[in-house]
């Protein structure tokens, strides 16, 4: 093994290492959080507007970009998921046993991070197989899930009705509102370890630091669960929609 890949490896087994890599994936997550959230609210729009929007995600640089965009974010979960666990079980061997539990400080949601953080994996993977890979469902085959658009050729995958009727099917909706929740505890614990990890939060800027976690937190949730929430009590809104061809 050489210098830079032992330098490499022995960072990664140090908590310092470990917390770095957290923050920095963490970062990476939060800000495609706030990337996605915009995209998706265009179902609001109508039919035309969110088909654009994926056709332009699926076809950008020629179909490879939608792969190296996946490819990264796999890389970087996983790397998040897997310190965020090694670091744990770090620290976890290097404490002491409290002797009065009901004295730890800890919020709720820091001493849930990682049940919150493998729920929403899970909610990640069944994501991906509902709308991305449409495993389980007939998104890919039947007629009504092909539609046109302006400016492009021939028929296109029907993103928009995709999603209408996915979050149709209670179960979705119910799984996806959980999921966002435990995201938002989770992010709102997270965001303010980033800035601690990355020497941004002083004593000074920590009340604003936690306000701007909490006002970021409820932004997201709010964004994500009024999707299948609406689509799912006001689906006559999303067909009036469809039928006004906006």
Same mark, same amino acid.
């Given at each position: 093994m050489?210098?830079?890949?032992?330098?490499?490896?022995?960072?990664w087994?140090?908590?310092?290492?470990?917390?770095?890599?957290?923050?920095?994936?963490?970062?990476?997550?939060?800000?495609?959080?706030?990337?996605?959230?915009?995209?998706?609210?265009?179902?609001?729009?109508?039919?035309?507007a969110?088909?654009?929007?994926?056709?332009?995600?699926?076809h950008?640089?020629?179909?490879?970009?939608?792969?190296?965009?996946?490819?990264?974010?796999?890389?970087?979960?996983?790397? #998040?998921?897997?310190?965020? %666990?090694?670091? !744990?079980?770090?620290?976890?061997?290097? /404490?002491? @046993?409290?002797?009065?539990?009901?004295?730890?400080?800890?919020?709720?949601?820091?001493?849930?991070?990682?049940?919150?953080?493998?729920?929403?994996?899970?909610?990640i993977?069944?994501?991906?197989?509902?709308?991305?890979?449409?495993?389980?469902?007939?998104?890919?085959?039947?007629?009504?899930?092909?539609?046109?658009?302006?400016?492009?050729?021939?028929?296109?995958?029907?993103?928009?009705?995709?999603?209408?009727?996915?979050?149709?099917?209670?179960?979705?909706?119910?799984?996806?509102?959980?999921?966002?929740?435990?995201?938002?505890?989770?992010?709102? #614990?997270?965001?303010?370890? %980033?800035?601690? !990890?990355?020497?941004?939060?002083?004593? /000074?800027? @920590?009340?604003?630091?936690?306000?701007?976690?909490?006002?970021?937190?409820?932004?997201?949730?709010?964004?994500?669960?009024?999707?299948?929430?609406a689509?799912?009590?006001?689906?006559?809104?999303?067909?009036?929609?469809?039928?006004?061809?906006?």
């Amino acid at each position: 093994m050489n210098a830079p890949a032992r330098a490499l490896e022995s960072y990664w087994s140090s908590s310092i290492g470990k917390k770095l890599v957290v923050a920095l994936t963490g970062l990476a997550l939060v800000l495609f959080l706030a990337g996605h959230l915009t995209g998706n609210l265009l179902i609001y729009v109508g039919p035309e507007a969110f088909n654009q929007y994926a056709y332009f995600l699926h076809h950008m640089l020629h179909g490879a970009g939608i792969w190296v965009f996946r490819i990264g974010m796999i890389v970087i979960v996983a790397a #998040h998921v897997i310190a965020t %666990i090694q670091l !744990t079980r770090q620290n976890k061997a290097a /404490r002491k @046993a409290y002797e009065f539990p009901n004295t730890i400080q800890a919020s709720r949601s820091s001493r849930t991070m990682i049940m919150s953080g493998l729920t929403i994996l899970a909610f990640i993977i069944y994501h991906m197989l509902h709308f991305t890979v449409r495993i389980g469902n007939e998104y890919n085959s039947l007629d009504r899930y092909k539609t046109t658009i302006h400016g492009v050729e021939g028929e296109v995958h029907n993103a928009w009705l995709m999603v209408i009727d996915g979050f149709s099917w209670w179960p979705a909706t119910l799984f996806y509102v959980i999921a966002m929740t435990l995201l938002c505890s989770h992010l709102m #614990h997270g965001l303010g370890s %980033i800035f601690q !990890t990355l020497g941004l939060r002083t004593q /000074r800027s @920590a009340g604003f630091i936690k306000q701007l976690s909490i006002g970021y937190s409820l932004v997201i949730w709010l964004g994500f669960i009024s999707i299948p929430l609406a689509i799912f009590l006001f689906r006559g809104y999303f067909d009036g929609l469809a039928a006004s061809g906006h």
